[in-house]
């Protein structure tokens, strides 16, 4: 198994620019979140899926965020339009659940994102 | 709603000496306990997990954890760390609620 895929793995935007963020969770998990991690706030969730249908964004920041799953098999987050604060890394994690709430998350790598 | 507090933001231990990252959390309801571990430039891989059972829970690379329910606690320990061992540690907890959440992390650094 590839595990959960991220992309690009370093982003370098300016202001004002829009950012795409992308996931491809592992093959069969029914479960997909999305976390930015920083120095000062740490590990936040900002939304997550099930079964591709959000269930809460609650963590969204602001209405500059949005999260879509138009497959099983994919992910986006997209900033826009971003703001120097974005600057974070950006996890994907999925997980299989089958209703159960005891699975572990698989992570992704991350995404740096650096907005000037 | 669920909560988890890391004791130590930061644990400086030299190589062989045993260690405990500490972990405390909060939840009305039943959880599901896990620790995970960040090395530099990666994402979270699990270390180990407490869904039931035996209280004491043992993971990958010679740690394990103790669920204590009346403390609310799920301290990670390991007898003998090694250089490798260095890396940031996230307890984490997951409930009916159905998302995880984590610690603050705890930076473990192990010194020769």
């Known amino acids: 198994d590839a595990g959960v895929i991220q992309s690009p793995r370093h982003e370098v935007t300016e202001m004002g620019q829009e950012v795409t963020l992308r996931c491809k969770p592992i093959s069969g998990h029914d479960y997909l979140f999305w976390y930015r991690q920083t120095m000062m706030r740490g590990l936040e969730l900002l939304i997550y899926?099930?079964?591709?249908?959000?269930?809460?964004d609650s963590g969204m920041p602001e209405d500059r965020f949005s999260a879509k799953m138009p497959n099983a098999s994919f992910s986006t987050l997209k900033i826009q339009p971003s703001e120097p604060r974005d600057s974070a890394v950006y996890f994907c994690?999925?997980?299989?659940?089958?209703?159960?709430?005891?699975?572990?998350?698989?992570f992704g790598n991350g995404t740096r994102l650096t907005v000037t | 709603a669920q909560s988890v507090t890391q004791l130590d933001s930061q644990v400086p231990v030299f190589e062989e000496a045993p260690v405990e990252l500490r972990c405390n959390y909060s939840s009305s309801v039943s959880v599901y306990l896990f620790w995970y571990v960040q090395y530099p430039n990666q994402g979270l891989q699990l270390l180990l997990k407490y869904l039931s059972g035996s209280t004491l829970v043992k993971g990958i690379n010679g740690f394990e954890a103790e669920f204590n329910k009346s403390q609310t606690s799920f301290h990670l320990r390991k007898p003998s760390v090694h250089i490798s061992d260095t890396a940031e540690y996230f307890c984490a907890v997951r409930s009916s609620s159905r998302d995880m959440r984590f610690g603050a992390g705890t930076r473990l650094t192990v010194k020769p």
């Open positions: 994690a999925s997980s299989l659940a089958r209703g159960q709430f005891n699975s572990p998350l698989h």
């Open positions: 899926f099930n079964n591709n249908v959000p269930i809460d």
